[in-house]
């Protein structure tokens, strides 16, 4: 379908969002779910695919910093999978925690939003969502990061307005299943960096700014992930 005027994208893109879309037979759901697996848990996959887990931690540090009414000053994304956000504001206080709870637990929440649309069979929005989260990223600083998120949304909005109902469902399915699989990894990885004497991470910030040692908070991100996971996984597969 040609774009057309600007009226007619958003008139497009509104009726994609609160129009309704047929879920996939439940064999193509399971196996989804089996790829995302194997991803996730393969060494060959898992360094490629973890980008993605990447762009969903930091975009989610820019969410919640810009909820809470912290001001973005840009996020990177690195070619080994690691990146990092950085905000202005208070240097204490509810929204800097907010925010940097925000990174490790956003894959999943993510996930979980995605899930509550497509048990509603609500494919389009799950996939408009991750558009309008991808341009929260243009802020990024570097080259790779902003090669990164420009091929990811292309692809992405290219399937939102080009591909048929069927493959965008299933492309919506494939990245519900991916994040909710996915967010645990990062936090188990987090968990024995931390058991090997390594700080600096999220969990560690988090201790110096509330009362909670840094384990508690890498124990809360492991209970939100698998949490999500479990209740994400029973609306797909609803």
Known sequence: ?????????????????????????????????????????????????RHL????????HGLAAALTGRRQRGITLH??????????????????????????TGPALLGLAAALLLAGEHAMAALWLAVVLLALLLQIRNAWGLLVVLGSGAALGSISWWASDEVQSLVAYAGAWFLLIAA??????????HR????????????????LPAM???????LVTVGALVAGGWLLLG
Request: with cysteine; net charge neutral; aromatic share 8%.
């Open 196 to 211: 090997r004497g390594q700080r600096g991470s999220d969990a560690d910030v988090l201790a110096t700014l509330t009362p």
């Open 1 to 49: 379908m040609p774009l057309g005027t600007a009226a007619d994208v958003l008139t497009r893109i509104w009726d994609d969002v609160t129009g309704r879309q047929q879920a996939p037979d439940p064999a193509w759901i399971y196996g989804l779910a089996a790829l995302a697996l194997l991803i996730v848990a393969s060494r060959v996959t898992w360094p490629h695919a």
């Open 53 to 60: 887990v990447t762009m969903a931690h930091e975009g989610s």
């Open 216 to 222: 508690c908070w890498i124990a809360g991100f492991l």
């Open 79 to 104: 070619a080994d999978t690691s990146g990092r956000a950085r905000s202005h504001g208070a240097a204490s206080g509810l929204g800097l925690i907010v925010t940097t709870a925000a990174g490790y």
């Open 184 to 193: 645990p990894r990062p936090v188990f990885e987090l968990w024995g960096r």
